[in-house]
């Protein structure tokens, strides 16, 4: 069954293929018309946030959620670079967030993620590329999404991290021997060929950037990447 976040907006079922592009490539100069480009072809959208201490960036916070919601009906994938995230869970949920996923490198992990179920949005944990499997194991029953960072964060357009993709397969298998409705998400230099890669190794949520907001047509730079996580799933 998909669980819902407290606003309604549905995620879709959990294993199902889903592009959620990453607002932190687009432009912000004009966010809403940037989103609104690719509004009919994705299926979440992506919101980075950076605090500038656990990510050497920084990036938005709750009022710009807030601003791109009363533009946006889209899916809200909110991923909280943060090393306080337990500080802005409730104010993300009345941004609008749907789903927040913080790092398992924080810690407090199982208070951070019952806390945002109980705020009624859906829990995601993180692991940066170097953080073992084993990391997340123990969470796995606790969380609606696991992201795989593909690579380091912090900033966008960087080169695509092949070496996690073990890391994927095993949280895949895990996953499926558990038989748990969770989201196997990748993050970092995705785009219609690296999805490929993801999907064939597990991934069924694909976080693009610059290859989707770099693009003239962003819309149809959504629906490549698509076409690449359909043929890998086949693989």
Excluded at 33 to 59: C, R
Excluded at 171 to 197: H, K, N, Q, Y
Excluded at 204 to 217: E, H, L, P
């Amino acid at each position: 069954m998909t669980r819902a976040n407290r606003a309604g907006r549905d995620p879709g079922e959990p294993g199902a293929i889903k592009i959620a592009p990453s607002v932190l490539s687009a432009d912000f100069g004009n966010l809403a018309e940037a989103v609104g480009e690719i509004a009919s072809a994705a299926d979440w959208l992506h919101v980075d946030v950076m605090d500038g201490h656990f990510v050497p960036n920084l990036t938005i916070g709750p009022p710009v959620v807030s601003s791109l919601r009363k533009h946006s009906g889209l899916y809200f994938d909110c991923h909280l670079m943060m090393t306080e995230p337990g500080r802005y869970l409730e104010a993300f949920g009345d941004a609008g967030a749907d789903s927040l996923t913080v790092h398992v490198e924080v810690g407090d992990t199982e208070a951070l993620l019952g806390r945002i179920r109980r705020l009624g949005m859906r829990a995601g944990l993180a692991a940066n590329p170097d953080t073992p499997f084993e990391a997340l194991d123990p969470y796995l029953d606790q969380v609606d999404l696991i992201l795989c960072m593909t690579v380091f964060p912090g900033f966008g357009g960087q080169e695509f991290m092949g070496e996690v993709m073990d890391k994927v397969r095993d949280v895949r298998a895990a996953i499926d021997v558990r038989e748990l409705a969770v989201d196997l998400e990748v993050d970092g230099g995705i785009d219609e060929l690296t999805a490929v890669r993801a999907s064939a190794a597990g991934a069924n949520v694909f976080v693009a950037g610059s290859a989707v907001f770099g693009r003239d047509a962003p819309w149809e730079a959504v629906d490549e990447i698509r076409r690449g996580a359909s043929d890998g799933a086949l693989r």
